[in-house]
């Protein structure tokens, strides 16, 4: 989630929503980068699973 709801409530409701992340504005490039990489990474291992 990219949100500008910096709050630790507001990281805990998208959590609870389902988000898989929490990002919160302004958006610096080095946490939006770690950030995809950790759902690619998080997708390549469903994907694995999947597979076997």
């Known amino acids: ?3 500008a709801n910096a709050l ?3 990281a805990v409701a998208s959590r609870e929503a389902g988000a898989d992340l ?3 504005k302004p958006v610096r490039p080095d946490v939006l980068l770690a ?3 950790q759902v690619v990474e ?3 291992e469903v ?3 999947l597979a076997s």
């Open 1 to 3: 989630m990219l949100t």
């Open 8 to 10: 630790d409530e507001h």
């Open 35 to 37: 950030a995809i990489a």
């Open 22 to 24: 929490h990002i919160t």
């Open 47 to 49: 994907e694995a699973r």
């Open 42 to 44: 998080s997708a390549d």
